[in-house]
C-alpha cells in the first residue's frame, strides 16, 4: 500500500488531477456557497417586500375607519386579513405601547415594554426615532414550533386630517400616533430555502464529479502516455541510443516535446561526434604544441607529457619530474608543481635543467591544478615555455649594456639625463667632473639649471625642452668659474621615463679666440677709420680754436665783450666739445672687448650709429649715400655692439669697392653711390648695403666669408671682416648673403627674425 502511495505521489499525472481537483473542488464550492446565499437573499427580501407592502395595505385599508374612529371597523379589516394562513399576527400599539388592536382578543389593551424588541427600533435614542428604513424595522425570530417568524413594524404617522377632525383631536407636534406591527410565518420560505440548498449542492457535486472524470481521462490521454513516452525515449537517449524515436501523435506542447526530444537526439549525435573530432583535435594539439606540457601526481611522477618533452628530455616510464627535468634525485626546494597542490592555484617560476644531449636549457614554467568531479585536485599540469635564447640574448644585452655604459662614461663630452618634466638630473657620465669639476654623486638629483651663471638664463629652462640646439650658453664649474657651452637635446626614455638626452660642447676658448679676432678685426677697422675720425675731430677743435683766440684778443685788447657776443661763443664751444666727447665715447665702446650679449633692438639705430661713427670717411672720398629706411620695423635679437661691427665692415667692403672701381677708370666720372635700406616681409627684418662699385666676381662668391680670404692687396686687408661678420650673424640668428656681378657693385643682405617680446609671468 506504501509503495503504491509512494508510486502515485511521484507520478505527474497523480500531482495534476489532485490539483486541478482541488482547484476545481473550490471554484464548484465557492460558486455554490455564493449561489445559496444569493437564493436565501433573494427569498429574504421578497419576503420582506410583501410584508412591507402588506403592512401598507393595512395602513391604507384602516385609514379610512381611523379618521371616524370606527374600532368595529378596524377590528374586522384586521381579524379579515390575519385569516391568511403566512399572517401570525397583526396588531396596532398606540402611542404608549398599548395593543389598541389586534387579531388576538386577549391581547386587546394589553400594554408592551416600550424598549422591547419591536419597539426598540424606533424608542433607542429620546425623542424617538421618527424615520427607519425597512430593513431596521424587521425582525425573524423563532415560533416555538419549529419554524421562524418575520415581524415587520411600521410606524402610524400624524396627518392634518387627524388633528383637525372633530371625532377626536390630535395635537400637531406630535409626528406619530403609533405603530403597526404584521407578523408572518417563514415556514414556507424556509422550505423553499432548504431545497435551493439541496438542489445547488447537488448540482456542483455532480459538475465536480463529471468535470474531474472528463479530466481525468484527458490527463491519462494527453499527458500520462506522452509522458511515458518521452521518459522512455530520453532513457533511451541517456544509454547511448540516440537512434531512438518518441512518437506523440499531437500537435500541443507534448508533440513539441517530442521533436524537441528527437532534435536533442540528433544534435547530441552531432555534439558527439563534434566532441571526438575535438578530442582528437586536442590530442593533437597536446602532442604537436611547441611548447613542453607535463601532467604530475602528488609524487610528481609523470602521468602524461607531450611529444616536445619526450623529445627534449628523453623522460623514462615511470619517471619522475626532477629526475627527467634536471637530472636530480630528490624533489626541488622551489617547486611550483608542490606550491599548486599545496594552494589549489597556479605558479610561475623560472628554471634551469640540461637536455638529452647535456645542453643548459633554461624555461619558464606555469603550473595549473587538474581536479575531480568532487572539486579534489587529483594532478598538476605544468606548462613550460623554453627561454633559453631568451636567456642567451639576455646575457647578450647585459654584455651590450655595459659596453654602451663604458662608452657613455668615456664619451669625451659632459652627457646629462635629465627628466623632461623638472629638468631633474638622473645620470650624467664621467666628462662631467672634467669640464664642470662635479663628481657624479654631488651632482646627481639636482637641478640642471644650477649649472646656469645668471637668473636671466631661466628662460632656457623652456627652451630645453621645445629646441634640439642652444648656441653659446653660459654655464658655471663648481669653483663657479664661467665657461660657455653649446647644448644639444635629444629626447629619449631612461627606466621608462621621459628624458631629455643633453650633451654639452665647451666653447669658451673657442669663443675666447673668435673674441680676439673681433677685437682685432675692430682695431683693423678703427686704423681704417683714422683720418675721418680725426676729421671728424678736427671740426669741433677748429670752431674752440677760433673761440678762445677771439677771446684772447679781446682780453689782450681790453676791449669789452658782449653779451649776446659771449653767450653765443660760449655755446658754440660747449656744443663742440659735446660732438668731440660723443665721437671719443663711440669709439671707445667701439675698441671695447665685450662678451655676446643678445637683446631687442631696433636695425635702424644700430645702423644709423655705425654710418654715423664711418660717415666723414664717405664723405671726404665724395661716395654718396641714400637712405631707404621703413621707420615703423619691428625689433630683432641680436648683440648691439657686434652688429654694429658688422654694419661697418659691409661699409668699408663698399667703400673699397667703390674706390677701387673708380680708380680703375682713367678719368672717373663713375657713379659713386652707398644705398642703405630696411625694410619687413612680415617674420623677417631685412638690412640691405648695395655699392655701385666693382663687383665680385662669380668663381669667388662661394669663398666670400670663409676666414682670411679676401681680394685685396697684401697689406691692405686681413680677410677676416666678413668671416667675423657672418659669425656673428649666425651667433644672433640671423642670415648674411651676398648677390653681385662683376662691373655692376654688390648687394649684402643681412636678415633676422623678428623678436616677439616674451609674456610677463606672474608668479605667486
Not at 167 to 185: E, F, M, N, R, W
Not at 603 to 608: A, F, G
Not at 686 to 702: F, K, L, N, V
Amino acid at each position: 500500500m506504501f509503495k503504491i502511495i509512494k508510486y502515485l505521489r511521484q507520478r505527474l499525472v497523480t500531482k495534476l488531477i489532485v490539483m486541478v481537483g482541488l482547484t476545481l473542488l473550490l471554484s464548484i464550492s465557492t460558486w455554490a456557497y455564493f449561489n445559496i446565499n444569493y437564493q436565501k437573499d433573494k427569498l429574504m427580501d421578497d419576503v420582506v417586500l410583501g410584508t412591507d407592502r402588506l403592512s401598507n395595505t393595512i395602513k391604507l385599508g384602516t385609514h379610512y375607519a381611523m379618521m371616524h374612529n370606527s374600532r368595529d371597523d378596524i377590528n374586522q379589516i384586521i381579524n379579515n386579513i390575519a385569516r391568511q394562513q403566512e399572517i401570525s399576527n397583526i396588531r396596532i400599539y398606540n402611542k404608549e405601547g398599548e395593543i389598541k388592536y389586534t387579531n388576538q382578543p386577549t391581547e386587546v389593551d394589553s400594554k408592551t415594554n416600550i424598549k422591547a424588541e419591536a419597539c426598540f427600533i424606533c424608542h433607542r435614542t429620546d425623542p424617538p426615532v421618527t424615520d427607519v428604513n425597512v430593513k431596521e424595522r424587521i425582525r425573524i425570530f423563532d415560533s416555538g414550533k419549529g419554524s421562524r417568524l418575520l415581524g415587520i413594524i411600521s410606524p402610524i404617522c400624524n396627518e392634518p386630517g387627524c388633528s383637525t377632525d372633530a371625532c377626536h383631536i390630535h395635537p400637531q407636534d406630535k409626528k406619530i400616533l403609533g405603530a403597526l406591527d404584521v407578523v408572518v410565518s417563514l415556514k414556507q420560505t424556509d422550505d423553499e430555502i432548504l431545497l435551493a440548498e439541496k438542489g445547488v449542492t447537488g448540482l456542483a457535486m455532480v459538475l465536480f464529479l463529471l468535470t474531474s472524470t472528463i479530466i481525468f481521462i484527458l490527463v491519462m490521454k494527453f499527458v500520462s502516455q506522452p509522458v511515458k513516452k518521452l521518459i522512455e525515449g530520453t532513457r533511451s537517449i541517456a544509454r547511448g541510443d540516440l537512434r531512438t524515436k518518441v512518437v506523440v501523435d499531437q500537435e500541443d506542447e507534448m508533440g513539441q516535446m517530442a521533436t524537441a526530444v528527437n532534435h536533442m537526439a540528433e544534435e547530441i549525435g552531432k555534439q558527439q561526434t563534434e566532441l571526438g573530432r575535438q578530442k582528437d583535435e586536442y590530442q593533437d594539439l597536446f602532442e604537436m604544441v611547441p611548447c613542453i606540457i607535463t601532467v604530475q601526481d602528488r609524487d610528481y611522477k609523470l602521468v602524461q607529457y607531450n611529444r616536445e618533452f619526450a623529445q627534449k628530455f628523453a623522460p623514462q616510464s615511470g619517471d619522475y619530474c626532477y629526475r627527467a627535468y634536471k637530472g636530480r634525485q630528490e624533489k626541488c626546494k622551489v617547486c611550483p608543481v608542490e606550491r599548486t597542490f599545496a594552494d589549489g592555484r597556479s605558479h610561475t617560476s623560472e628554471e634551469t635543467g640540461f637536455s638529452k644531449d647535456g645542453q643548459p636549457t633554461h624555461w619558464l614554467a606555469k603550473t595549473s591544478p587538474i581536479k575531480n568531479t568532487d572539486g579534489d585536485i587529483i594532478a598538476a599540469m605544468e606548462m613550460n615555455l623554453d627561454i633559453t635564447e631568451r636567456k642567451q640574448l639576455e646575457e647578450e644585452l647585459a654584455k651590450s649594456e655595459q659596453k654602451y655604459h663604458e662608452i657613455f662614461n668615456n664619451i669625451p663630452n659632459p652627457v646629462f639625463v635629465l627628466d623632461q618634466d623638472t629638468l631633474e638630473i638622473l645620470d650624467c657620465n664621467d666628462s662631467v667632473f672634467v669640464d664642470y669639476g662635479y663628481e657624479k654623486r654631488d651632482i646627481l638629483h639636482t637641478p640642471f639649471m644650477a649649472l646656469f651663471a645668471a637668473k636671466s638664463n631661466a628662460h632656457y629652462a623652456e627652451d630645453l625642452r621645445h629646441v634640439s640646439f642652444l648656441n653659446q650658453v653660459k654655464h658655471k664649474s663648481k669653483d663657479g668659474k664661467a665657461l660657455f657651452v653649446n647644448i644639444r637635446v635629444s629626447p629619449s626614455e631612461y627606466s621608462g621615463k621621459k628624458v631629455l638626452l643633453i650633451t654639452t660642447s665647451d666653447i669658451t676658448k673657442r669663443l675666447e679666440a673668435e673674441q680676439q679676432l673681433i677685437q682685432a678685426s675692430r682695431m683693423a677697422t678703427l686704423g681704417e677709420m683714422a683720418t675721418g675720425i680725426a676729421h671728424e675731430l678736427n671740426q669741433p677743435l677748429s670752431v674752440i680754436k677760433t673761440a678762445s683766440s677771439f677771446f684772447l684778443k679781446k682780453i689782450e685788447r681790453a676791449e669789452t665783450i658782449e653779451g649776446r657776443i659771449l653767450n653765443s661763443m660760449l655755446g658754440k664751444i660747449d656744443k663742440n666739445v659735446d660732438r668731440a666727447a660723443n665721437i671719443i665715447s663711440h669709439m671707445r665702446q667701439f675698441a671695447r672687448k665685450s662678451d655676446l650679449t643678445l637683446e631687442r633692438i631696433q636695425i635702424n639705430d644700430v645702423l644709423k650709429s655705425a654710418f654715423d661713427i664711418f660717415s666723414q670717411q664717405l664723405r671726404v672720398r665724395g661716395i654718396d649715400v641714400q637712405w631707404e629706411i621703413d621707420t615703423d620695423l619691428p625689433k630683432i635679437m641680436a648683440d648691439p655692439g657686434r652688429l654694429e661691427q658688422v654694419f661697418i665692415n659691409l661699409l668699408l667692403n663698399a667703400r673699397d669697392a667703390i674706390e677701387e672701381k673708380s680708380a680703375s677708370k682713367a678719368g672717373g666720372g663713375e657713379e659713386k653711390q652707398i644705398t642703405l635700406k630696411t625694410f619687413s616681409d612680415g617674420v623677417h627684418v631685412i638690412a640691405e648695403i648695395r655699392d655701385t662699385g666693382s663687383g665680385i666676381p662669380e668663381a669667388i662668391q662661394d669663398k666670400l666669408f670663409e676666414p682670411f680670404f679676401t681680394t685685396k692687396e697684401v697689406g691692405k686687408g686681413t680677410g677676416l671682416g666678413l668671416s667675423i661678420s657672418y659669425g656673428i650673424v649666425k651667433d644672433c640668428g640671423g642670415d648674411i648673403e651676398a648677390v653681385s656681378h662683376r662691373g655692376e657693385g654688390a648687394t649684402f643682405t643681412v636678415t633676422f627674425p623678428i623678436s616677439k617680446p616674451k609674456p610677463v609671468r606672474n608668479d605667486r
